[in-house]
């Protein structure tokens, strides 16, 4: 049987935790997710039936601040994922040491199946009935399938339901109701430094010699192909989507790559190379595999098979812990997830600084930011990680966790 993200997310935290021989009542509380709301959303479709739809919102922690964490809009949302996603957001926040907790939510939904009014009645209903966003409790973001016209409609019921404008309720808007320069793109970003820091520390080249094949071609996915093309030449020799992947061994035009999914729906058929499917792209003989769709897509049978030398994960849990343990024995380096994307929230952090602020950076501000904190979290991990000879993603979560353990014992238990 197929393991469950939360019970991954829960395998990876043990084994941290036995690492640190971390107090009991301490690994209780992270065991266990501060508040769950599950809601009822009923909405009237265009042909002017109701239909009714679930929302969720996990708040998983708040040790370290107000809780933070996108909103996706998918048909295979669970209450389990959901809850292991705002897991990890808890642990990226504390890796990179932004002052906030973990926190997701998500719409059981296929948006591809829904008009836009709809989308719009539906993320309304689910901001005023979730209950618990405020900039100072709980910020949402983008997720799978949400994108920042979601963020404005957030923003936009927040603030007449409370009856001001509020900026910093919801991070991911656009640029002209308070959103951050960089945003759109800050994942795929923070990625790039994150692997620019990891071939610095690690004496690789990121140049035209440089394989790398990309499962998902989404906000993130996207991004970095264009970054790692564009500032580095790498060959791009694998992408994907859901509906399956393109491979040429010399690489492709990432530029023209992009034309052509936004022309024709999909990566697929683009001019010059050959079918792969997604999961024999996982296998492939490269210097760089990145997942970047969506969880527990690197089981033991590719972990044990997969011919990737480093694995950089774009998405959120896409590797087993079972299968963490077959790429250690074999020494496959996987940059986990909670460092390597944990750009796009940095700039979330940015967008609601300027917000509370109404002070708004230029580019080079927001770059510049964010090149310096994951820079910096990446020293602390890799510092973790030649200290305690462990793997990647175990000295990550020995870096969060121990920042969250420190706020909650300084916070105390109330009452
Ligand atoms: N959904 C993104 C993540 O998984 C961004 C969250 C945010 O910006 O709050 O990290």
């Known amino acids: 049987m197929e393991i469950s993200p939360w019970d991954n997310a829960m395998a990876q935290l043990d084994k941290a935790a036995d690492f640190l021989n971390l107090n009991k009542d301490i690994l209780v509380i992270l ?18 039936k109701i239909e009714c739809f679930t929302g969720i919102r996990v708040l998983h922690s708040s040790a370290r601040g107000p809780t933070k ?29 932004l002052p906030y907790g973990g926190a997701k939510g998500g719409i059981i939904c296929n ?17 005023s009935m979730i209950g618990t966003f405020s900039p100072w409790r709980d910020i949402p973001a983008p997720d799978v399938n949400t994108n920042s016209q979601i963020m404005a409609w957030i923003m936009d019921t927040y603030s007449m339901n409370v009856g001001e404008t509020s900026l910093g309720v919801v991070t991911g808007k656009p ?68 509906k399956g992947g393109v491979y040429n061994p010399d690489g492709m035009d990432m530029i023209e790559l992009k034309n052509h999914e936004q022309k024709t729906g999909s990566v697929v058929e683009f001019d010059g190379t050959t079918f792969i499917s997604n999961e ?28 990737a030398k480093t694995i950089i994960e774009g998405a959120n849990g896409p590797t087993l812990s079972s299968a963490d343990k077959i790429l250690e024995e074999r020494d496959i380096i996987v940059v986990p997830d909670i460092l390597a994307n944990a750009g796009g929230v940095t700039c979330s952090y940015f967008e609601w600084v300027q917000d509370l602020h109404s002070f708004f950076w230029d580019l080079d501000r927001v770059n510049h930011e964010l090149k310096r904190i994951l820079a910096h979290a990446f020293d602390d991990v890799y510092k973790m990680y030649e200290k305690e000879k462990t793997d990647f993603r175990n000295a990550a979560y020995l870096v969060g966790i121990a920042r969250i353990a420190r706020a909650i014992e300084l916070r105390g238990i109330y009452p």
């Open 31 to 48: 065991k266990n997710c501060e508040r769950i709301n599950i809601v009822n959303l009923p909405i009237r479709r265009d042909n002017g």
């Open 69 to 97: 964490g996108g909103v996706r809009f998918h048909p295979q949302v669970t209450l389990d994922e959901v809850k292991a996603l705002a897991f990890w957001m808890s642990m990226k926040t504390s890796v990179v040491g």
């Open 111 to 127: 948006p591809q199946e829904l008009s836009i009014n709809e989308i719009e009645r539906l993320t309304r209903r689910y901001t």
């Open 175 to 242: 640029i002209d109701i308070g959103g951050s320069l960089g945003r759109e793109t800050a994942t795929g970003q923070g990625m790039l430094y994150i692997m620019e820091e990891f071939c610095k520390k690690t004496k690789q080249k990121l140049d035209s010699s440089t394989t790398i094949a990309i499962q998902g071609f989404g906000n993130v996915g996207s991004a970095i192909a264009r970054f790692l093309y564009e500032r580095h030449n790498c060959k791009i020799v694998a992408v994907s989507d859901e």
């Open 280 to 307: 024999d792209l996982l296998r492939l003989k490269c210097d760089f595999l990145l997942p970047c769709a969506l969880e527990n897509q690197i089981n033991d049978k590719i972990a044990e098979t997969t011919e």
